[in-house]
């Protein structure tokens, strides 16, 4: 049986000097650079979400709106619940939104905890520049 030209394995390539250019030698790995891009980028992500968690991130500091009621031209009524550990305090920040989505009113509600199962339910009525369509809570943080 004959060998056909598939089954042989092609050498590499040989060039005609000076032809095509110098070849490249294959460069040398620096795993410390590697290692050391990753130590980087471990500390940088750590170093964000530590920041977003403080900002965003306290779970007992949690709100829930419950109805928005008396809506008109200048205001409405925001009802909502807020999750507070014992004895704290709490800052919720509302805010009311017109139908196509503009802000036309914020505001800051200090909110104590109240004897019981750690959730305190607060009616707040806002003021607005115009008629609003949605009451909001955008967060609550501990009061300082």
Not at 78 to 91: C, K, M, N, S
Not at 101 to 120: F, K
Not at 124 to 132: D, I, L, P, V
Request: hydrophobic letters at 35%; proline letters at 6%.
């Amino acid at each position: 049986m004959t060998e056909t030209h598939s089954a042989t394995t092609p050498a590499a390539p040989v060039f005609p000097p000076g032809r095509y250019g110098r070849r490249r030698e294959r460069q040398r790995r620096r795993p410390w650079l590697v290692a050391g891009l990753a130590l980087v980028t471990l500390l940088v992500g750590s170093l964000v979400a530590v920041r977003l968690y403080k900002n965003y991130g306290d779970p007992a500091y949690d709100a829930q709106v419950v109805t928005y009621t008396d809506i008109d031209d200048t205001g409405l009524t925001l009802v909502f619940r807020v999750t507070i550990p014992e004895g704290g305090q709490a800052t919720c920040v509302l805010r009311a939104r017109s139908r196509d989505g503009a802000v036309v009113g914020t505001q800051d509600v200090l909110v104590r905890d109240e004897p019981g199962d750690g959730t305190t339910q607060v009616t707040q009525r806002m003021t607005t520049s115009a008629k609003a369509m949605i009451g909001e809570v955008l967060r609550c943080v501990p009061a300082q």
